[in-house]
């Protein structure tokens, strides 16, 4: 069957039926990581409309870089690369004040657009994580590994080698290459 051209042509039916099995496992993890991510960008969505209705800037890097040094101690109690759980946070943050400048009314934050339609999942016109190349954010090797990775580096592209900062930027979302609409 096609789905099983890459392995080995002398791989037995017992491997075949273990990497079943571990596939359906991560099959159902990447399915409660997309219903995570939606039911987060339902609450996201919230926080921006507050925001806009009261003048209250998209980003709060104070606030970013509370979440940054939160999530690089859990990455590490998890043997998450602790560098990798930043980058995500901040791919997501990026979209996320993407949509809240939006919500006031401004243009995107940088000039990564693309048409209309290209968004998320919350809303018709909001969908978070439009069609877009996959990003492979890091490498293998850096995955689960205690790596020493780079400081607190907000809303910086997930792609992008995490600069060693220690406050997040905040400024432009440059990263994903997707174009989150809200
Ligand atoms: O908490 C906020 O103020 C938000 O707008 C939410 C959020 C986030 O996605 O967690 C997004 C942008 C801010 O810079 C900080 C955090």
């Known amino acids: 069957m096609a789905e099983h051209e ?3 042509a002398g791989a037995g039916q017992d491997a075949i039926d273990e990497l079943t099995g571990i596939r359906q496992s991560i099959d159902n993890i990447d399915a409660a990581l997309i219903h995570m991510l939606a039911e987060r960008f339902k609450f996201t ?5 507050l925001k806009a209705k009261h003048g209250l800037p998209p980003a709060d890097p104070a ?18 690369d602790p560098g990798f759980a930043e980058k995500f946070l901040n791919f997501i943050v990026a979209e996320v004040i993407h949509h809240h400048v939006r919500l006031a009314g401004g243009q995107a934050a940088s000039g990564d657009e693309q048409g209309p339609g290209a968004a998320i999942g919350v809303e018709p016109d909001s969908a978070i994580g439009a069609p877009a190349p996959a990003t492979g954010v890091v490498a293998d090797s850096a995955i689960g590994a205690p790596a020493p990775a780079a400081q607190a580096s907000a809303t ?14 905040t400024s432009a979302p440059t990263a994903p290459a997707s174009d989150p609409a809200s």
Not at 45 to 49: D, K, L, P, Y
Not at 63 to 80: D, F, S, V
Not at 156 to 169: E, G, K, N, Q, Y
Request: charged letters at 20%; proline letters at 12%; hydrophobic letters at 40%.
């Open 6 to 8: 890459e392995l080995p």
């Open 156 to 169: 910086t592209a997930p792609t992008a080698p995490a600069p060693a900062a220690s406050a997040p930027t």
């Open 63 to 80: 606030r970013e870089l509370q979440q940054i040094q939160r999530l690089r101690a859990l990455a590490e109690e998890a043997r998450l």
């Open 45 to 49: 969505q919230q926080v921006g409309r």
